[in-house]
């Protein structure tokens, strides 16, 4: 039985790259920490020069990484992003329904979840959007 909140499309629901962080993997940490507090979502999504995904850092990544890896705070924030990233993150693509992408958000405890189409980076789904759209949706 489908409901009225899987009716809503993943690219309606999903924020659009100038929305949220996307950054190259070479951009160093401190900078990766800047773009992620401009946007307050507490996740980047790193992409090589032709758009293609290659990872994502969270607020949650780095906060474990400082408590595992023995070296100066300081010494972090010159590191290319990509080496604290999640290499293979758990993504969708944009016809994914909404009931399956809430499901695996829960399933796997995540936020957010990249947004792709032939492994290039559309969009991101994220936490709060869904819960909006399907507080609306049941109003």
Known sequence: MSTHSDQLEITKLMLTLEN???????TILKVALDEMDKFRLGVACIVDFKGQLLG?????????????????????????????????????????????????????????????????????????SVAHALINANH
Do not use: C
């Open 56 to 128: 994502i850092i969270t607020d949650g990544d780095i906060r474990r990484k400082l408590s595992l890896v023995q070296k100066p705070l300081s010494f972090f924030f010159v590191d290319d992003v990509i080496l604290h990233a999640i290499h293979n993150p758990v993504t969708i693509i944009k016809e994914t329904s909404l009931t399956e992408a809430t499901n695996l958000m829960y399933e796997k405890k995540i936020w957010d979840l990249p947004v792709i189409q032939d492994n290039h980076l559309i969009g991101l789904l994220h936490m709060h």
């Open 20 to 26: 949220f962080p996307v950054i190259t993997e070479n």
